[in-house]
């Protein structure tokens, strides 16, 4: 059987694995399966229901859903037909929404609830190409254009009896350079750039990453990353081809239960889960009593040694190894059993790793194979390996992708993988490419051993904790339009939340004290009461309403002076130096985001 299109992935799948436990998911407090056949009747019948209402190659197909197993059928049906899958992220609003689906053409949109379904409600009228919503949970409002999935998927059930043939025949018209995905990144002007990714560039990168790790059927991964976000889209294609169950977690703030519940094998995750587990386990730590906590530390200590003379091919000594074994015992057995007890290993992704928590992790005997990529990469350009890994990189270069570096120290690509270029936007296309080289946006260097290490960002776009990308410069020229805010410089970018450097307006600040009577001597006094704090903070939410959750600023500190040319601050043309100012200004940043992970 080929392996040229996703399709094709997935039909392998089902001609060699039939597992009573293909998908997994939570209702009503328990953890149901959903078995490969009945997996694979339901796309088929969505694929044929679908074709009827009129769907083609090429034809823009929207899903707005949080993850759940109707995700993955109504994309493999989408992908049957030859269309092309538009992911929207569940937690935006519907004006963000309204260009995404306007901008694609999306003739067809999944939506997972009512709430949901209200938000294309609301913008219905600015969507011209719209002619059909399928609604996967609920009971929809008596209207046409609505219609329930369960309807759906009974008339594909229908078609399928016609003609049974009908799936495989759609299948078979999909062809390798089809496109099978247009996923919306924010760019650093703020206007998201649709990623045009064919079956293809997700293909090249699904097999390469099946030569690396070694995944079957015996493997139980949990999800909980959005399947809007390529990482974890990938990630399941791969576990789907490699007969894997996906267990869906219910929530990101579930997966703690969630690792109880099923006891994953895998879990494709992005730093900040790391660093909440950390978190947690300082707590337990601090908390116990003064032996325990001794003991702990003491376990915790030895663990990192033996990581670190065994990654450096040192000799560990008797002493050592007994020590990291009592450890192992009484310490890192009980961090196992909180992760499910048969966990073998994390891939982590979306946002820079930090090394110490690596290293951290590792003494503890839990593997986190980090890796990088892009959306325009499908994701993965390099990861650490099983036997073949270091801290403080990314990894090597998969197979078949290629990597330089330019003379200005950027990260450059090429490779199956690489996108076919953003949707109606022929410019950027162009911006985004030196020769067949992509230009990744971000600063490293290949060591001796052929590992890529990425140092620093080369533009503007943050890529915070969680692997959600936020153009700084749409925030700031929102809130500079407040009148209590001359300048504002939006952080974030590695970190779990989006956070502000503030420049307010004294006159105007001044004025709003004196109403309130609050009382100060002199205006850094002021700047400094927690009232002014918290005005500013509702000053900013009033004026971000229309911004998705993860783009909200949630702290801020207030500067007394605006930036200036003079201190190097800002550009001759009055552009902020991100990077001097982050510097000028780090004290202040590491307070917004304390308390910060300190390395045991």
């Known amino acids: 059987m080929r392996r040229q299109s996703i399709n094709d992935l997935f039909r392998y799948a089902v001609s060699h694995y039939d597992k009573p436990n293909a998908l997994m998911f939570k209702r009503n407090g328990l953890y149901e399966s959903i078995p490969s056949r009945k997996f694979h009747d339901m796309v088929k019948q969505t694929a044929a229901a679908l074709a009827e209402l009129g769907i083609r190659k090429g034809d823009?197909?929207?899903?707005?859903?949080?993850?759940r197993p109707e995700w993955a059928v109504a994309d493999l049906g989408i992908l049957a037909n030859g269309?092309?899958?538009?992911?929207?992220?569940?937690?935006?609003?519907?004006?963000?929404?309204?260009?995404?689906?306007?901008?694609?053409?999306?003739?067809?949109?999944?939506?997972?609830?009512?709430?949901?379904?209200?938000?294309?409600?609301?913008?219905?009228?600015?969507?011209?190409?719209l002619e059909k919503i399928v609604l996967l949970d609920g009971v929809p409002p008596p209207t046409s254009e609505v219609t329930p999935f369960c309807?759906?998927?009974?008339?594909?059930?229908?078609?399928?009896?016609?003609?049974?043939?009908?799936?495989?025949?759609?299948?078979?018209?999909?062809?390798?350079?089809?496109?099978?995905?247009?996923?919306?990144?924010?760019?650093?002007?703020?206007?998201?750039?649709?990623?045009?990714?064919s079956h293809a560039n997700i293909v090249s990168n699904v097999l390469s990453c099946a030569k690396i790790f070694d995944i079957d059927s015996s493997d139980l991964v949990l999800t909980f990353l959005p399947l809007c976000h390529i990482f974890e889209r990938m990630a399941d294609y791969l576990m789907i081809y490699c007969g894997a169950t996906i267990a869906y977690a219910e929530n990101p703030e579930a997966v703690p239960?969630?690792?109880?519940?099923?006891?994953?094998?895998?879990?494709?995750?992005?730093?900040?889960?790391?660093?909440?587990?950390?978190?947690?386990?300082?707590?337990?730590?601090?908390?116990?009593?003064?032996?325990?906590?001794?003991?702990?530390?003491?376990?915790?200590?030895?663990?990192?040694?033996?990581?670190?003379?065994?990654?450096?091919?040192?000799?560990?000594?008797?002493?050592?190894?007994?020590?990291?074994?009592?450890?192992?015992?009484?310490?890192?057995?009980?961090?196992?059993?909180?992760?499910?007890?048969?966990?073998?290993?994390?891939?982590?992704?979306g946002a820079p790793l930090d090394e110490d928590l690596a290293e951290f992790y590792h003494g503890l005997e839990v593997l986190i194979f980090e890796g990088y990529g892009l959306t325009e990469t499908s994701p993965v350009i390099a990861v650490n390996q099983p036997n073949q890994f270091k801290f403080g990189s990314v990894g090597k270069p998969i197979d078949g992708?290629?990597?330089?570096?330019?003379?200005?120290?950027?990260?450059?690509t090429r490779g199956p993988s690489v996108m076919l270029g953003y949707y109606r936007m022929e410019e950027e296309t162009r911006e985004a490419?030196?020769?067949?080289?992509?230009?990744?946006?971000?600063?490293?260097?290949?060591?001796?051993?052929?590992?890529?290490?990425?140092?620093?960002?080369?533009?503007?776009?943050?890529?915070?904790?969680?692997?959600?990308?936020?153009?700084?410069q749409k925030i700031e020229g929102v809130l500079k339009k407040c009148p209590y805010l001359l300048n504002v410089v939006a952080i974030g970018d590695r970190r779990?939340?989006?956070?502000?450097?503030?420049?307010?307006?004294?006159?105007?600040?001044?004025?709003?004290?004196?109403?309130?009577?609050?009382?100060?001597?002199?205006?850094?006094?002021?700047?400094?009461?927690?009232e002014i704090n918290?005005?500013?903070?509702?000053?900013?939410?009033?004026?971000?309403?229309?911004?998705?959750?993860?783009?909200?600023?949630?702290?801020?500190?207030?500067?007394e002076k605006d930036f200036t040319i003079d201190a190097g601050e800002l550009t001759p043309s009055l552009k902020v130096r991100r990077r001097v100012v982050e510097i000028k200004y780090r004290d202040m940043i590491e307070e917004l985001y304390a308390p910060v992970y300190q390395p045991t």
Not at 534 to 559: D, P, T
């Open 496 to 530: 779990p939340y989006i956070s502000a450097l503030v420049v307010p307006n004294p006159e105007k600040l001044i004025e709003y004290a004196r109403e309130r009577r609050l009382i100060f001597r002199t205006y850094p006094e002021l700047l400094k009461k927690p």
């Open 534 to 559: 918290q005005f500013l903070l509702g000053q900013i939410a009033s004026h971000m309403s229309n911004f998705a959750h993860f783009e909200q600023v949630r702290r801020i500190a207030l500067l």
């Open 151 to 197: 309807n759906l998927i009974d008339s594909g059930r229908v078609l399928l009896q016609r003609n049974p043939s009908i799936y495989e025949e759609l299948c078979e018209k999909v062809k390798p350079d089809d496109l099978a995905s247009i996923i919306y990144t924010s760019g650093t002007t703020g206007i998201p750039k649709g990623v045009m990714l």
């Open 257 to 349: 239960q969630n690792m109880l519940d099923v006891r994953p094998t895998i879990v494709p995750s992005v730093p900040r889960l790391f660093e909440k587990m950390y978190l947690r386990l300082m707590d337990t730590i601090n908390s116990s009593s003064p032996l325990k906590k001794r003991f702990m530390r003491w376990a915790i200590a030895i663990g990192r040694e033996f990581s670190r003379r065994t990654l450096a091919s040192k000799q560990v000594g008797w002493s050592l190894s007994l020590k990291n074994r009592v450890a192992s015992r009484l310490v890192f057995s009980k961090l196992a059993a909180k992760l499910g007890g048969r966990l073998r290993f994390f891939i982590s992704g």
């Open 433 to 472: 490419f030196e020769g067949d080289w992509l230009r990744t946006g971000d600063i490293g260097f290949l060591d001796e051993d052929g590992f890529l290490h990425v140092t620093d960002r080369k533009k503007d776009l943050i890529v915070t904790a969680s692997g959600k990308n936020v153009a700084p």
């Open 401 to 412: 992708v290629e990597v330089t570096i330019a003379a200005d120290g950027e990260i450059l």
């Open 60 to 67: 823009r197909i929207g899903i707005l859903s949080e993850n």
């Open 83 to 129: 269309a092309v899958n538009v992911p929207v992220y569940a937690s935006l609003p519907s004006n963000q929404i309204e260009y995404l689906a306007q901008h694609a053409g999306v003739r067809l949109i999944f939506v997972s609830t009512l709430a949901q379904l209200e938000k294309i409600l609301q913008i219905r009228r600015a969507l011209p190409s």
